[in-house]
């Protein structure tokens, strides 16, 4: 079965580095684009990136464009989100996601979402 | 930047039918997403390409999109619908997918 588990997050310093990554099994992964979508505490989801299937493309919120890195080993079936020069706005569950099929397509398996709190 | 609108929350007693709304600027021309999350949780899909639905999603699970609104229709709603959900689009314009605020959908 389709499975995205997560790892990475933790708490940074604000200017700090985090890399989350999110390993894929049951589909091939290679195959499909991916996503992260992050959830502020108590607020609502907000797309943050998303990468073609080979990884040729990528694309990224306003927010972070610019701090934020997406990227993918398709040999090791994963999937990371590198973050620079974080801020406290930063701090959010960062879920993984798979899409349905190539392009603008629909999520339709998440990870378990792992959790970044930026604070000093 | 496109936005969608979605009310913070909508109540229906059990057995009752939920609609929640999700509106922008000619939505109709755009593929509407609608996600479920409960609280801990991570999103699940519950439609897709404004009205399919996954497999494994109740048929009590609908929607439709028409003009600057699209509807996910809860038939027959039950306790375990309760849940936050979330309408999603993607804006070809500046190459975004794009979340409405959200709805918390209780039942009394």
């Known amino acids: 079965q389709v499975q995205l588990v997560q790892s990475g997050g933790g708490l940074v310093r604000p200017g700090g580095s985090l890399r989350v990554s999110c390993a894929a099994s049951?589909?091939?992964?290679?195959?499909?684009?991916m996503t992260w979508v992050r959830q502020a505490p108590g607020k609502g989801l907000e797309w943050v990136a998303q990468?073609?299937?080979?990884?040729?493309?990528?694309d990224y919120a306003d927010s972070v464009r610019g701090r934020v890195t997406i990227s993918r080993d398709n040999a090791k079936n994963s999937l990371y989100l590198q973050l620079d020069n974080v801020r406290v706005d930063d701090t959010a569950i960062y879920y993984c996601?798979?899409?349905?099929?190539?392009?603008?397509?629909?999520?339709?398996?998440w990870g378990q979402g792992t959790l970044v709190t930026v604070s000093a | 930047s496109y936005v969608l609108t979605q009310a913070p929350s909508v109540s229906v007693a059990p057995g009752e039918t939920a609609r929640i709304t999700c509106g922008g600027d000619?939505?109709?021309?755009?593929?509407v997403n609608w996600y479920q999350q409960k609280p801990g949780q991570a999103p699940v899909l519950v439609i897709y390409?404004?009205?399919d639905r996954p497999s494994g999603i109740p048929e009590r699970f609908s929607g439709s999109n028409s003009g600057n609104t699209a509807t996910l229709t809860i038939s027959g709603v039950e306790a375990g619908d309760e849940a936050h959900y979330y309408c999603?689009?993607?804006?070809?314009?500046?190459?975004?997918?794009?979340f409405g605020g959200g709805t918390e959908l209780t039942v009394l």
């Open positions: 996601a798979r899409l349905k099929e190539p392009g603008a397509t629909p999520s339709d398996y």
């Open positions: 049951g589909f091939k992964f290679r195959d499909h684009y």
């Open positions: 990468i073609s299937d080979g990884g040729g493309q990528a």
């Open positions: 000619d939505i109709e021309t755009k593929s």
């Open positions: 390409y404004d009205s």
């Open positions: 999603q689009v993607w804006h070809s314009g500046s190459d975004h997918w794009v």
